[in-house]
């Protein structure tokens, strides 16, 4: 299997992505040792956010790379890409839910998370029914 020029350049922009997830890890360190202050609906939010960021690249990765497989349609590859955009929305609407001083409910911008899910299952999806038309042509 050989990565197309489009699948090397996401990846190689995936991975460079994963230095801010680990700076998200330094800013949650920052909130346990009290260096930084958040209430308990923004530490929820923050570390759901930051564990949901990692696995998602992670799952996003495994995604473009089996996708990139002879055989898989490429509108199974492309709409694939729905889990690494639900690794940017699931997150922000975790992180940028809870801006702010002392917040009680998240606000508006909680739809993100959900239009990350949606981004999610298509990707999922598409990628769960090219592979399958892949490996039975």
């Not at 350049?9 to 800013?27: C, D, R």
């Not at 917040?103 to 993100?112: D, F, G, Q, S």
Request: glycine letters at 14%; charged letters at 5%.
């Amino acid at each position: 299997m050989e990565l197309s020029q489009s699948s090397s350049i996401t990846v190689g922009a995936v991975l460079l992505a994963v230095i801010a997830v680990g700076y998200g890890g330094t800013f949650l360190l920052s909130l346990v040792t009290g260096r930084a202050q958040a209430n308990d609906l923004q530490k929820s939010f923050y570390r759901a956010g930051h564990a949901h960021a990692g696995v998602l690249i992670t799952l996003g990765l495994v995604v473009v790379i089996v996708t990139s497989t002879d055989g898989v349609p490429g509108w199974a590859h492309s709409l694939s890409s729905g889990v690494l955009y639900a690794a940017i929305l699931i997150p922000a609407g975790f992180f940028l839910s809870v801006l702010g001083t002392d917040p009680k409910r998240p606000n508006k911008l909680i739809l993100l998370l959900w239009l990350g899910v949606a981004s999610l299952t298509v990707g999922l999806v598409s990628a769960g029914v090219g592979l399958i038309m892949a490996g039975t042509s």
